[in-house]
């Protein structure tokens, strides 16, 4: 899984890196353009491949963040019971997700090593704003991974609000997880786990089905 959310950094941080405007550029063209200037990148930092947490951490918040919408992906993964929580509850959730998240992909980063991204044809139609960008993760002596990245058009540019990674959805998998935390202990122990797991430094990676 670790690796596979690697695979989902080294894409993102790909989007980041192009110039011009994002917005008028098809995302599955704006992925393969820049995921092996990206590879390049990352094969040639020796401080990332040897787990420098500081640049880590500086790598993700310039090149990941502004790539993902963390309001939807909270709110999707919230699910029902993201209406009856209040505005400030609501802050709190996506600051504790995306902290999750974003402890999730630096700990992934440190873990390439020669795996190759293959992205499949993609079909989009004129005014569409919500598509599908599939790849498929290929490794060394291993089964090849499909991972596919739901993206969304906003007023500043394609964002992803999902990964699916070989037939699971992030954000349905941390729904799941989320919903028995919320019955348990309600919005706000949802809250507080989340930020105890920030507390320690965990980095946990998305529940399968069932966990």
């Known amino acids: 899984m670790l690796r596979s959310f690697f695979v989902l950094l080294m894409l993102a941080s790909g ?6 405007l994002a917005s008028d550029i098809p995302p599955d063209v704006l992925a ?12 040639q930092d ?3 491949r040897s787990g420098n947490q500081a ?12 790539n993902f919408d963390f309001n939807r992906m909270t709110q999707l993964a919230v699910g029902k019971h993201w209406p009856r929580a209040t505005a400030q509850q609501k802050q709190a959730l996506v600051t504790e997700f995306r902290n999750l998240l974003v402890r999730t992909y630096s700990s992934s980063l440190t873990a390439f090593t020669d795996q190759t991204v293959d992205f ?7 005014g569409d704003t919500d598509v599908t960008v599939r790849t498929e993760i290929r490794q060394p002596g291993g089964q090849p991974i499909p991972i596919n990245y739901s993206f969304y058009k906003t007023a500043f540019g394609w964002k992803v609000y999902d990964v699916t990674i070989d037939g699971v959805s992030l954000v349905t998998n941390y729904r799941s997880s989320f919903a028995g935390t919320i019955r348990q202990d309600g919005i706000d122990g949802l809250i507080r786990t989340l930020a ?12 399968r089905p069932g966990s």
Not at 15 to 20: E, L, R, V, Y
Not at 55 to 61: A, F, G, H, T, W
Not at 120 to 126: D, Q, V, Y
């Open 15 to 20: 989007f980041n890196a192009s110039t011009g």
């Open 32 to 43: 393969r353009s820049t995921t092996q200037e990206v590879l390049a990148i990352l094969k």
């Open 46 to 48: 020796k401080d990332l």
């Open 55 to 66: 640049k880590v951490y500086q790598l993700v918040e310039a090149k990941i963040l502004p």
């Open 120 to 126: 499949k044809p993609m079909t989009m139609k004129p």
């Open 196 to 207: 105890a797991q920030s507390a320690r430094g965990e980095t946990k990676p998305a529940p």
